[in-house]
């Protein structure tokens, strides 16, 4: 059974750079494929950031695109987030997913399998 674990949120200043870190543990992390969400108040859970353990282009959300960055680190389990020029319409709390099935939808998170807790990101304007 796959565990992933945020970290890196906090608090940010508009304009600003945040990373976010999700370790993945007791699965073969080499073969996941990896997604991002996010998720404000009142609001649905929504597509971020995705990639496939197979390499190749990564995919982002519009609203996203030239400042958000998705890679993974396959020593180290890791997934990471990178955001620039952050805007306070970006504040929510960000999912870390892992898909492990053969076919890959990045932006449907009823496909992916495993979840992590989440991680607040707020940025002040």
């Known amino acids: 059974h796959v565990q992933l674990v945020e970290s890196g949120g906090g608090l940010v200043q508009a304009g600003g750079p945040l990373r976010l870190s999700c370790a993945a543990s007791g699965g073969t992390f080499s073969t996941l494929d990896m997604g991002w969400f996010r998720q404000a108040s009142v609001k649905e859970r929504e597509f971020v950031a995705g990639?496939?353990?197979?390499?190749?282009?990564?995919y982002y959300a519009d609203s996203v695109k030239g400042r958000f960055t998705i890679s993974r680190d396959r020593a180290k389990n890791t997934v990471y987030l990178q955001m620039v020029n952050l805007k306070p319409e970006d504040t929510a709390v960000y999912y870390c997913?892992?898909?492990?099935?053969?076919?890959?939808?990045?932006?449907?998170?009823?496909?992916?399998?495993?979840w992590g807790q989440g991680t607040q990101v707020t940025v002040s304007s």
């Open positions: 997913a892992a898909d492990r099935r053969a076919s890959y939808d990045p932006s449907s998170a009823t496909g992916y399998d495993y």
């Open positions: 990639m496939r353990w197979t390499g190749g282009n990564p």
